[in-house]
């Protein structure tokens, strides 16, 4: 007869067992990356069991609640004791760094081990599968993976990217694909090619999708003038989603019913952050000249001139007048090539006419 302790033992191991044979029948996450630049990313996560926006943000390091409810397009006075119901899927804004290849959180976030945590737990089930416990043990130097202590601090590398995709700035995003879904369901819900999910994730065939991975999923970003030297730069925001920037003087959003171009204002917030800046007061947000104000236009026939966010320093805040034509283009019927398909046809008319003029005249001069 086996002893109790181990039986019990042995039953621990055969659930790791079955833990580890689930991880590793999933995909590792891993994105592509190969730009020098730091870029906002989001990806997906299901808490296992109901919690708060506060405990979310403090498990993944999100800095700045309202940079969490504008990535899941919350209202901004939305309280961080709010609850969250289990299984229910929240984006996470975070920093992405790329190297070797790849794109990995800045850094963050780190998590303390508790008792009980194991790296098979903490990957499966505290981070509901958005990295691999191999994934862990390796960013942390862990030579054995069954083996860390209370108190540890361990960095959650969480997958991510800043290359552009087929030559467009995006914002890479981690969705978490759940049971029946598919590349086509998914690819039409984000309005992204199949063959570009594919792609991107070394798939080779649609079929082999599977539960629970993480996909790369390339969202349009709304356009901007951001300049290069911006400390924000590059500020990408997706649809439906909105930040604070310029320690926290700006507001900007992204709304592709109105149009994919970067919206801004001033926040109006009482002031600016200071946690982030020595500003007492957020600096002014005037275009070239003065008759505009961020986020202010004025229409002169076709053009609609804009008062656009440019980015800001230590000392300002970046303005720029952006301007769109607004009137109509050309319809079919104005298209050169329709243009002279109609002037022929005229003239053939025209011939026509002539013809049977010139065949009136010779009967009426016969009868004559």
């Known amino acids: 007869m086996v002893p109790y302790g181990t039986r019990t033992m042995l039953f621990r191991l ?50 700045h609640l309202l940079s969490f409810l504008g990535a899941n397009n919350l209202p901004n006075d939305t309280s961080p004791s709010s609850p969250l119901p289990a299984s229910q899927k929240i984006k996470i804004p975070f920093r992405c760094k790329c190297g070797n290849g790849t794109g990995l959180s800045d850094k963050h976030p780190i998590y303390k081990v508790r008792s009980g945590d ?69 690819a039409g819900r984000y309005n992204v090619s199949e063959q570009t999910i594919l792609n991107l994730n070394g798939i080779a065939d649609a079929k082999d999708l599977q539960a629970f991975q993480v996909l790369d999923i390339p969202l349009q970003a709304c356009s901007s003038v951001i300049r290069e030297d911006s400390l924000d730069f590059p500020f990408l925001l997706s649809n439906d989603t ?21 919206e801004c204002k001033p926040s109006q917030l009482k002031a600016p952050s ?25 229409s002169s026939g076709c053009n609609t001139n804009t008062c656009a966010y440019a980015g800001f320093s230590s000392q300002t805040i970046f303005t720029n007048i952006s301007t769109l034509n607004t009137c109509p283009g050309p319809s079919p019927d104005d298209n050169p090539n329709s243009a002279s398909r109609t002037v022929s046809q005229s003239l053939s008319y025209l011939v026509a006419c002539i013809h049977l003029l010139a065949y009136g005249l010779l009967l009426i001069h016969k009868q004559v």
């Not at 592509?32 to 926006?53: E, F, G, H, Q, W």
């Not at 993976?145 to 981690?174: A, F, M, R």
């Not at 200071?274 to 004025?298: D, F, H, I, R, Y």
Request: proline share 7%.
């Open 14 to 63: 055969l659930v790791l067992s079955a833990i580890a044979a689930v991880s590793t029948a999933q995909p590792p996450p891993r994105f592509n990356c190969s730009s020098a630049l730091k870029c906002r990313s989001l990806i997906d996560y299901t808490p296992p069991n109901a919690t708060t926006i506060a405990a979310v943000q403090s498990l993944f390091e999100v800095k």
């Open 118 to 186: 194991s790296l098979d737990k903490i990957a499966e089930i505290t981070f509901s599968r958005l990295v691999t416990f191999h994934q862990i043990a390796d960013a942390n130097g862990i030579p054995d993976p069954s083996k860390i202590t209370v108190g540890q601090e361990l960095w959650i590398p969480l997958p991510c990217s800043c290359d552009e995709v087929d030559g467009n700035t995006v914002v890479h995003y981690g969705h978490l694909v759940q049971p029946q879904s598919s590349v086509s369901a998914i």
């Open 242 to 262: 909105y930040d604070y920037t310029a320690n926290n003087c700006v507001m900007c959003k992204c709304d592709a019913v109105k149009s994919w171009t970067l």
């Open 274 to 298: 200071q946690k982030l800046s020595n500003w007492s007061s957020c600096p002014a947000m005037e275009c070239e000249g003065g008759s505009l104000v961020l986020g202010n236009s004025t």
